[in-house]
T-cell receptor
């Protein structure tokens, strides 16, 4: 069975600074996907960034980037130039690739507060 | 662009009542997932459907049932509701063969059981 661990229940950062959210996972699968989802107070689940395990290059999406360490089973999210609108709960999620219609397995989440 | 539609957005029920949650996937999406997110918790997978057939099942109580219809919309039926069923229920949809198997989430249905 796969598990996802987010060891930081809460984080805070000043506006315009950089923050890194940690995520580790456990799996015996060789190929899979990893995602970071943002859940603002509206509770909508918003995809922030995604990574396929076979791709060595770390994914980036504007101010968001990941540090994917496959051997260490680590998938951290870096938010640069933090903005007040980044305040939200962030979930790391795992999905195995085989089968084609697999479920997402989420970590417990990290609550991020961006302060002015 | 069209998004996943869930109805109702809010639902209040009494213990032991029944509830039906509906999900309308993005057009041409053939796979639907249901997740339950309790207060302060991460979303937990309940059940999924591909081409109107159940494709996977998670920790869904026997009191719950679901199906996907010919137009690909899905309904989650919940009976003998308990206080612990109070949660945000997400539906997500996906198109087979899409990149990253990306699931698109609906806004959720907030169920409150009194």
């Amino acid at each position: 069975a796969q598990t996802v661990t987010q060891s930081q229940p809460e984080m805070s950062v000043q506006e315009a600074e950089t923050v890194t959210l940690s995520c580790t996972y456990d799996t015996s699968e060789s190929n899979y996907y990893l995602f970071w989802y943002k859940q603002p107070p509206s509770r909508q689940m918003i995809l922030v960034i995604r990574q396929e395990a076979y791709k060595q290059q770390n994914a980036t999406e504007n101010r968001f980037s990941v540090n994917f360490q496959k051997a260490a089973k680590s998938f951290s999210l870096k938010i640069s130039d933090s903005q007040l609108g980044d305040t939200a709960m962030y979930f790391c999620a795992f999905m195995k690739k085989a089968g084609g219609y697999n479920k997402l397995i989420f970590g417990a989440g990290t609550r991020l507060a961006v302060h002015p | 662009a069209a998004g996943v539609i869930q109805s109702p957005r809010h639902l209040i029920k009494e213990k032991r009542e029944t509830a039906t949650l509906k999900c309308y996937p993005i057009p041409r999406h053939d796979t639907v997932y249901w997740y339950q997110q309790g207060p302060g918790q991460d979303p937990q997978f309940l059940i999924s459907f591909y081409e109107k057939m159940q494709s996977d099942k998670g920790s869904i109580p026997d009191r719950f049932s679901a199906q996907q219809f010919s137009d690909y919309h899905s309904e989650l039926n919940m009976s003998s509701l308990e206080l612990g069923d109070s949660a945000l229920y997400f539906c997500a949809s996906k198109r087979a063969g899409s990149s990253y198997n990306e699931q698109f989430f609906g806004p959720g249905t907030r169920l409150t059981v009194l």
